[in-house]
């Protein structure tokens, strides 16, 4: 089956960053085999099998590990969540304006702030100066720099709670063949 689902980054300015097909997973299929978490309401989940071309301003790259995406409509913040096989590795939490969802497709602004999180939930804000320049750099409104700053506050207090929104993410995959499984449905 081939990826049915286009993902766009985009950086402030409109200009594309980077593109990939992937396969959006219906809200039935729970990737960890876990009952579905109240913060997964109306997510847009995308599944990324290893090996998926990633197009990248900078050249296209496969992906190394399998990824699990999660796009909530009007949020500032998107997870990425990185599988060795079925074990997570890690989940980076980008904050972006909020995501253009459409059925086959979605588009999202990076607003260059990120933070690494360990399945322990210990995690690193990593790129705050990267932010701030590009902020300056390329003109972010007030409303812009606001929302993505209380959604990187929203970020680490889930963490830091260990409630809410890293309940998305499995530690363990059920399995990893969901594009597959897609097939027979």
């Known amino acids: 089956m081939q990826p049915d689902f286009l993902v ?25 085999g876990e009952e579905r978490s ?30 699990l995406q999660f796009f909530w409509p009007e949020r500032w913040y998107m997870l990425s969540a990185f599988y060795n096989e079925r074990n997570l590795v890690h989940t980076y939490a980008a904050v972006i304006q909020p995501a253009l969802i459409a059925p086959d497709h979605l588009s999202y602004v990076n ?25 300056d750099l390329l003109h972010y409104s007030e409303e812009t720099r606001i929302g993505a700053l209380m959604a990187l506050r929203t970020l680490t207090s889930s963490i830091q709670r260990s409630v809410g929104l890293f ?6 995959l059920s399995q990893t063949e969901f594009h597959l499984e897609r097939c027979g449905k």
């Open 8 to 32: 766009e980054c985009r950086s402030y300015d409109r200009d594309l960053r980077g593109s990939w097909r992937g396969y959006r997973l219906s809200e039935e299929i729970q990737p960890g």
């Open 38 to 67: 109240a913060a997964a309401a109306g997510a847009v989940q995308v599944w990324l099998p290893a090996g998926t071309p990633m197009h990248w301003a900078t050249g296209t790259r496969p992906l190394r590990n399998n990824c």
């Open 111 to 135: 607003l260059e702030l990120t933070v690494l999180v360990k399945p322990d939930l210990s995690y690193e804000v990593l790129t705050q100066a990267e932010f701030e320049q590009m902020a």
């Open 167 to 172: 309940t998305v993410v499995p530690h363990r």
